[in-house]
């Protein structure tokens, strides 16, 4: 059964830190791109990062650019998503979806390319 489990949310003050962990199982993470999505209160979800299966190259949204960082161990079937200098406006439940597509260039962020979903994790940054 295919699988992604997100973990490591929480609340965190801004200007804190959190790593996000996205374990999948029932296939081989070397053969997908995983991207990181996430969903604040009203609004609509929006692409955060990706990091292709071939090379391991990355997309970030302007927003989180210099702050977030997605990198991936394969032999561990994990994605991470570091998230540092954390800002209120970064709250949100964040989740992280697979797919086997190519991407390239900005479609990375287009919900439609991806197959599978995690079940997606909180995120809050307050004081």
């Known amino acids: 059964q295919l699988q992604l489990v997100e973990s490591g949310g929480g609340l965190v003050q801004p200007g804190g830190s959190l790593r996000l962990s996205c374990v999948v199982s029932?296939?081989?993470?070397?053969?997908?791109?995983i991207g990181w999505f996430r969903q604040a209160p009203g609004k609509e979800r929006e692409g955060v990062s990706c990091?292709?299966?071939?090379?391991?190259?990355?997309n970030y949204a302007d927003s989180v650019k210099g702050r977030f960082t997605t990198s991936r161990d394969n032999a561990k079937n994990t994605v991470y998503l570091q998230m540092n200098s954390l800002k209120p406006e970064d709250t949100a439940i964040y989740y992280c979806?697979?797919?086997?597509?190519?991407?390239?260039?900005?479609?990375?962020?287009?919900?439609?390319?991806?197959?599978?979903w995690g079940q997606g994790i909180q995120v809050t940054v307050s004081s």
């Open positions: 979806a697979a797919t086997s597509s190519s991407i390239y260039g900005g479609v990375w962020s287009r919900e439609g390319l991806y197959d599978f």
């Open positions: 029932g296939f081989e993470l070397d053969y997908y791109a």
């Open positions: 990091i292709r299966r071939s090379g391991g190259s990355t």
